[in-house]
């Protein structure tokens, strides 16, 4: 009986010792699988950094390069962005990066697609026919850009390394993950416009120089405007819109884009040319003409090369009597 508690004593210890060894073993593949992951996701992060400074470094300063140069180089870093996303659906997440996962895939979507749509739109953007519009549409791909990087750094980030707290892991946290520059410059539309203005050979391209318009007044059917308080305006036929601009910067500035919007309503005139420092006055004739009171708003849409566009714009309310 003593032998036989003996064995039994012994065979228990060594199961005892083989259920810990696999539950080590175990840990430890988990753990590595863990490591692996931060590892992988933080290789793919510093890459996208590269790739951001790439992108906005040339549209902060352009240098040399022609529009052809310029598309081409946009179109990498369009191509670097698609790569990694395919390298971030790849992944193979272990189960407690799940949720860390399923957001860094919508992250990397979002980047794809933004960068798809920046690169498809450049050369339009640089040209002339449908420039306007492209540029809206890049400066609404920059904000998508911008929302990408908040999901990561409210999400992704947290959930990664929390779960690699949580299992006691020390030195493999993921770093942050900001592709648009801190800079908000960027999510405006008008610094876009300036940006690719600068670019060699665009159609807007900017001359060296200060540039920059004012709004010196707004009347209507003579009667000026004021922005604090309110105007009444008789109005007898067909309201028009008198905007008067200045030319501030140091270089004639061409087809300036003068916009009124009345309820909703938006009317645009162009000025062909305002040389620097002279004034030029647009007529808006404000074909659904307003009764009671209204809110006008009138911009002077900012040229190629423009830093300053405060100045542009201003908003009156008028009664239409």
């Known amino acids: ?27 430890a593949r988990a ?8 590892q992988d996701v933080t290789q793919i992060v510093e890459e996208t950094g590269q790739t951001s400074e790439s992108f906005f470094g040339k549209l902060a300063d352009p240098g040399g390069l022609a529009v052809t140069e310029f598309v081409a180089e946009v179109n990498a870093d369009r191509s670097a962005i698609d790569s990694y996303a395919a390298r971030v659906d790849a992944l193979d997440a272990p189960g407690d ?39 809206a549409s890049i400066a609404r791909q920059i904000r998508k850009l911008a929302a990408s990087d908040v999901l990561y750094g409210s999400v992704v980030r947290p959930e990664i390394n929390n779960a690699l707290a949580d299992n006691g892991l020390e030195g493999d946290d993921v770093p942050a993950s900001v592709f ?17 203005g600068s670019v060699s050979g665009a159609s807007g391209a900017a001359t060296p120089g200060v540039h920059g318009l004012g709004l010196i007044g707004t009347s209507v059917n003579g ?64 074909t659904q003409a307003p009764e009671g009171e209204a809110t006008l708003e009138v911009v002077a849409e900012p040229v190629p090369g423009e830093q300053v566009s405060e100045n542009n714009e201003a908003t009156y309310a008028v009664v239409f009597e």
């Open 97 to 135: 990066m799940s949720d860390a996962q399923t957001a860094l895939e919508l992250t990397y979507a979002l980047r794809s697609s933004a960068m798809t749509e920046i690169a498809e739109r450049m050369s339009t953007a640089l040209g002339d026919a449908g420039a306007e519009k492209a540029t």
């Open 31 to 38: 753990d590595r699988a863990l490591r692996d992951y931060a």
């Open 223 to 286: 009667t000026e405007l004021a922005a604090e308080g309110t105007t009444n305006v008789a109005v007898e036929e067909t309201p028009e819109v008198e905007v008067q601009v200045q030319n501030q910067g140091e270089s004639t500035e061409n087809g300036v884009t003068v916009t009124v919007t009345v309820n909703g309503n938006e009317l645009s005139q162009d000025i062909s040319s305002i040389e620097a420092g002279e004034t030029a006055t647009v007529t808006v004739p404000l």
């Open 1 to 27: 009986m003593l032998r036989r508690a003996l064995a039994l004593g012994a065979g228990l210890l060594v199961l005892i010792l083989l259920v810990l060894a696999v539950r080590g073993c175990l840990d």
């Open 180 to 196: 648009v520059p801190g800079d908000t410059k960027w999510l405006e539309e008008s610094e876009v416009a300036a940006a690719l």
